[in-house]
């Protein structure tokens, strides 16, 4: 079977504006699990290039979902296909999430839930699942299905019948 990463294994970036808040949530992460945990400057910089592990990459979004997000989908081409980004001291209710795992968002950290969690929520995590509530995961899955049901309605507009019998024939082999 695949190994789990340890958390100690680890390298932790937290991103995002406020640095000092940043470094709090480092140094507090770095003595409970002993990852190694990098802050990057008052942006969205991704520290941690050359790292070999999958990076997790707490990325803060300060109250400001709905930007935070815009800023996500600019950045999202330094993240690596195997990097984890959670969302953290994200604002309840304000309804990006289902567009955020659509974006390969793996979890969201509110508010208000303790720093004391965090470091289960990370294991989680690099268990390969979600930190993200049913809810939300429900209407994540929802709204995908509804999204590929419209574009292959979509598609079946554009060709002719006999192009579907033979895209039919083919998939068939």
């Not at 910089?45 to 109250?63: D, E, H, K, M």
């Not at 709204?143 to 019948?161: P, T, V």
């Amino acid at each position: 079977g695949m190994s789990v990463q340890n958390l100690a294994d680890s390298t932790i970036c937290v991103v995002g504006p406020n640095k000092r808040q940043n470094e709090m949530m480092a140094s507090f992460l770095e003595r409970s699990t002993g990852a190694t945990c990098l802050v990057g400057g008052d942006d969205y910089n991704i520290p941690g290039r050359a790292v070999v592990n999958p990076r997790i990459i707490l990325w803060n979004c300060q109250s400001r979902g709905v930007e935070c997000l815009a800023e996500y989908e600019m950045r999202c081409g330094e993240i690596l296909e195997r990097d984890i980004v959670l969302f953290v001291d994200i604002e309840a209710g304000l309804g990006i999430e289902e567009v955020a795992i659509g974006q390969g968002v793996r979890g969201f950290y509110y508010e208000s839930d303790p720093l004391e969690k965090l470091p289960r929520c990370l294991e989680v995590l690099l268990a390969g699942q979600l930190w993200v509530s049913r809810k939300i995961l429900a209407k994540a899955v929802y709204e995908a299905g509804l999204l590929k049901s419209r574009a292959s309605r979509q598609a079946k507009e554009l060709l002719s019948y006999r192009e579907i019998e033979i895209l039919n024939y083919v998939m068939v082999g």
